[in-house]
């Protein structure tokens, strides 16, 4: 007779667990009972093998690593084909991947940045939620780490509510009602099993970087890290719900789809190495008790490296070969994929332009050429020159301005202005730094507060009004002056008399026109309308939908107080080391209803 007793690391019996009992001449099995015990009689051997949980056979793991390596690299033929027949591949551009395009150093380890290749809809929304999330899923694992899956599944459930995981589940790219909770803890727990386990982990870190470098070399940017937590996670979850959930998932995690099998069988037989243990010539007649290990820690859900999706250029030939690689990709995804998410476009707006050499400025052809000059005669300039002969215009960098490739809709849409699909549209590309010694230009990120500055530095008549800047120039003065300003017609525009007029019909007393006066007076000299933000930040117009403002692109305001034609801009439109701006051509890309 032998009594068996099996434990979690926390004590607690592991219920119902499969055990056998093997001697020369007997073999017993079971399973074990609700407190993880069972006694087994009837033994003839004086000595026997015991093992306590499902049969954890020898070279079936190797086995399983490679069938997903086979998986992988099967992944990886048909991207490079796709690669050579696209013309998409790294080697095709001028820069090379060590020259990088942007930074690629998230790919060092394949953990050190996250958000990879999550759906548009996360990067839409704020990543500070992501990090509650993480929160709750760690939470709910480490406490269970040394329990039963039965307790690991309760504190999910406690710990992360079906709000939580319906949001979680989309931002992955699913129908949140085409997962439960179950399954997301099932594929939660899969995971951090898989990348707890050195050498699936090696191989799928290897993969990262061999698929993006299989992809358009800016294509790195997107990736943030490549093939970390959550991509693995989604394609456990594709495989728990079935081909008809992942078909709405990211364009990529379906490419990845394949290896949703392998990775769900590697993961069952990795948590057999966990709950599974074996004892040797145990006699008979006693108490055999064991312990299964300890889980393996959590994964975190980490912000993506900004870094890794910088664009980092120093020329303006590798500026036009950029925005060129960005056209195969977003003709290859189908549409636009912000670059930057929400929280991360308003940490740059704080960070200024100290990493942005070259800005860009959306330009209708017939103003490449000036009022009434002649077709080739480039005498036109970047912006409406004022009386004094100084020109501003609004903006975006290069870097923010990439993921829209050369199609003038898609631009003007992250920048939040009118596209007239009956125009024709340039791109210029300036270098900032030149455009300093050649036209004496000054370029900010338009904040309420660095406005205000620019203002009082550089525009005359605000010096006895100085209070009355302070106050028009915060967000809630900007929502009363949109709402005025949206009333007004063109005679109110142009005679100050009918502006008073109809500002005492809206209610407004002296002092309250005064403080609108200034703040009219902030428009004309700035082009700060009724639609500025103050955050630095442009409002995407076809992002922006029911009253959500989106933001699209990091704005960018210049004056130039010696501006130059395009002609001299350009070289004559020769380029070479004397231009500092290049004009690139806009052609649409018409994807189709």
């Given at each position: 007779?032998?009594?068996?007793?099996?434990?979690?690391?926390?004590?607690?019996?592991?219920?119902?667990a499969?055990?056998?009992?093997?001697?020369?001449?007997?073999?017993?099995?079971?399973?074990?009972?609700?407190?993880?015990?069972?006694?087994?009689?009837?033994?003839?051997?004086?000595?026997?093998?015991?093992?306590?949980g499902?049969?954890?056979?020898?070279?079936?793991?190797?086995?399983?690593?490679?069938?997903?390596?086979?998986?992988?690299?099967?992944i990886?033929?048909?991207?490079?084909?796709?690669?050579e027949?696209?013309g998409?591949?790294?080697?095709s551009?001028?820069?090379t991947?060590?020259?990088?395009?942007?930074?690629?150093?998230?790919?060092?380890?394949?953990?050190?940045?996250?958000?990879?290749?999550?759906?548009?809809?996360?990067?839409?929304?704020?990543?500070?939620?992501?990090?509650?999330y993480?929160?709750?899923?760690?939470?709910?694992?480490?406490?269970?780490?040394?329990?039963?899956?039965?307790?690991?599944?309760?504190?999910?459930?406690?710990?992360?509510d079906?709000?939580?995981?319906?949001?979680?589940?989309?931002?992955?790219?699913?129908d949140?009602?085409?997962?439960?909770?179950?399954?997301?803890?099932?594929?939660?727990?899969?995971?951090?099993?898989?990348?707890?386990?050195?050498?699936?982990?090696?191989?799928?870190?290897?993969?990262?970087?061999?698929f993006?470098?299989?992809q358009?070399?800016?294509?790195?940017?997107?990736?943030?890290?490549?093939?970390?937590?959550?991509?693995?996670?989604?394609?456990?979850?594709?495989?728990?719900?079935?081909?008809?959930?992942?078909?709405?998932?990211?364009?990529?995690?379906?490419?990845?789809?394949?290896?949703?099998?392998?990775?769900?069988?590697?993961?069952?037989?990795?948590?057999?190495t966990?709950?599974?243990?074996?004892?040797?010539?145990?006699d008979?007649?006693?108490?055999?008790?064991?312990?299964?290990?300890?889980?393996?820690?959590?994964?975190?859900?980490?912000?993506?490296?900004?870094?890794?999706?910088?664009?980092?250029?120093?020329?303006?030939?590798?500026?036009?070969?950029?925005?060129?690689?960005?056209?195969?990709?977003?003709?290859?995804?189908?549409?636009?994929?912000?670059?930057?998410?929400?929280?991360?476009?308003?940490?740059?707006?704080?960070?200024?332009?100290?990493?942005?050499?070259?800005?860009?400025?959306?330009?209708?052809?017939?103003?490449?050429?000036?009022?009434?000059?002649?077709?080739?005669?480039?005498?036109?300039?970047?912006g409406?020159?004022d009386p004094?002969?100084?020109?501003?215009?609004w903006?975006?960098?290069?870097?923010?301005?990439?993921?829209?490739?050369?199609?003038?809709?898609?631009?003007?849409?992250?920048?939040?202005?009118?596209?007239?699909?009956?125009a024709?549209?340039?791109?210029?590309?300036?270098?900032?730094?030149?455009?300093?010694?050649?036209?004496?230009?000054?370029?900010?990120?338009?904040?309420?507060?660095?406005?205000?500055?620019h203002?009082?530095?550089?525009?005359?008549?605000?010096?006895?009004?100085?209070?009355?800047?302070?106050?028009?120039?915060?967000?809630?003065?900007?929502?009363?002056?949109?709402?005025?300003?949206?009333?007004m017609?063109?005679?109110?525009?142009?005679?100050?008399?009918?502006r008073?007029?109809?500002?005492?019909?809206?209610g407004?007393?002296?002092?309250?026109?005064?403080?609108?006066?200034?703040?009219?007076?902030?428009?004309?000299?700035?082009?700060?309308?009724?639609?500025?933000?103050?955050?630095?930040?442009?409002?995407?117009t076809?992002?922006?939908?029911?009253?959500?403002?989106?933001?699209?692109?990091?704005?960018?305001?210049?004056?130039?107080?010696?501006?130059q034609?395009?002609?001299?801009?350009?070289?004559?439109?020769?380029?070479?080391?004397?231009?500092?701006?290049?004009?690139?051509?806009?052609?649409?890309?018409?994807?189709?209803?």
């Amino acid at each position: 007779m032998l009594d068996l007793h099996y434990r979690w690391p926390d004590g607690t019996g592991v219920a119902g667990a499969p055990y056998s009992v093997e001697g020369l001449s007997s073999y017993k099995s079971g399973n074990l009972d609700n407190e993880g015990k069972a006694r087994v009689t009837g033994l003839s051997d004086p000595v026997v093998d015991v093992r306590f949980g499902e049969p954890a056979r020898a070279g079936e793991l190797d086995i399983l690593r490679r069938q997903l390596q086979a998986g992988l690299d099967a992944i990886l033929t048909r991207e490079r084909r796709e690669a050579e027949r696209l013309g998409a591949s790294t080697d095709s551009l001028p820069l090379t991947i060590k020259a990088g395009v942007h930074f690629a150093h998230g790919f060092l380890g394949l953990w050190d940045s996250a958000v990879g290749l999550i759906a548009n809809n996360l990067a839409i929304t704020n990543l500070t939620h992501l990090g509650y999330y993480n929160r709750a899923l760690q939470s709910a694992w480490a406490a269970t780490r040394d329990s039963s899956d039965q307790a690991w599944l309760d504190a999910f459930k406690k710990n992360f509510d079906e709000t939580n995981k319906r949001a979680l589940v989309e931002a992955l790219g699913f129908d949140p009602g085409a997962i439960t909770r179950e399954q997301l803890a099932d594929a939660y727990e899969a995971t951090n099993l898989i990348l707890a386990d050195h050498e699936s982990r090696k191989m799928l870190g290897q993969f990262a970087v061999d698929f993006a470098q299989a992809q358009d070399s800016t294509e790195i940017s997107y990736f943030a890290g490549g093939l970390v937590f959550e991509t693995v996670l989604a394609i456990m979850l594709a495989s728990t719900a079935g081909a008809g959930v992942a078909s709405a998932a990211p364009r990529y995690l379906r490419k990845l789809a394949p290896l949703g099998e392998t990775l769900r069988n590697l993961a069952a037989r990795l948590r057999i190495t966990y709950q599974t243990r074996y004892h040797y010539n145990v006699d008979t007649g006693g108490l055999c008790e064991s312990t299964c290990r300890t889980k393996p820690e959590g994964a975190d859900l980490k912000p993506r490296d900004l870094s890794s999706r910088r664009l980092h250029i120093s020329s303006i030939e590798e500026a036009v070969a950029a925005l060129a690689a960005s056209r195969r990709r977003i003709i290859a995804r189908g549409g636009f994929t912000p670059k930057y998410t929400q929280e991360e476009l308003a940490y740059l707006a704080n960070q200024g332009l100290d990493k942005d050499r070259f800005i860009v400025r959306l330009v209708e052809e017939r103003h490449v050429d000036g009022h009434n000059q002649p077709a080739g005669a480039m005498a036109g300039t970047l912006g409406r020159a004022d009386p004094a002969g100084e020109v501003r215009f609004w903006s975006t960098t290069l870097d923010q301005v990439e993921p829209s490739d050369t199609c003038p809709r898609l631009i003007a849409q992250q920048l939040g202005v009118e596209y007239n699909p009956e125009a024709t549209y340039k791109l210029a590309i300036i270098d900032k730094d030149k455009a300093v010694e050649m036209a004496d230009a000054e370029t900010l990120i338009p904040t309420f507060d660095n406005l205000k500055a620019h203002v009082r530095h550089n525009v005359a008549g605000y010096a006895d009004r100085d209070e009355l800047l302070d106050e028009v120039m915060t967000p809630e003065y900007q929502a009363k002056y949109e709402k005025l300003v949206d009333g007004m017609g063109d005679v109110e525009w142009e005679d100050s008399d009918m502006r008073k007029d109809y500002l005492i019909e809206k209610g407004l007393n002296e002092q309250e026109i005064d403080i609108f006066e200034v703040r009219f007076d902030v428009q004309k000299d700035t082009g700060a309308n009724q639609h500025f933000m103050g955050n630095g930040l442009a409002k995407h117009t076809a992002l922006s939908q029911d009253g959500k403002v989106v933001h699209g692109a990091l704005e960018t305001y210049t004056l130039e107080r010696s501006p130059q034609t395009f002609h001299t801009m350009t070289n004559g439109g020769k380029g070479g080391p004397e231009a500092y701006v290049e004009l690139v051509k806009l052609t649409p890309i018409e994807f189709g209803e």
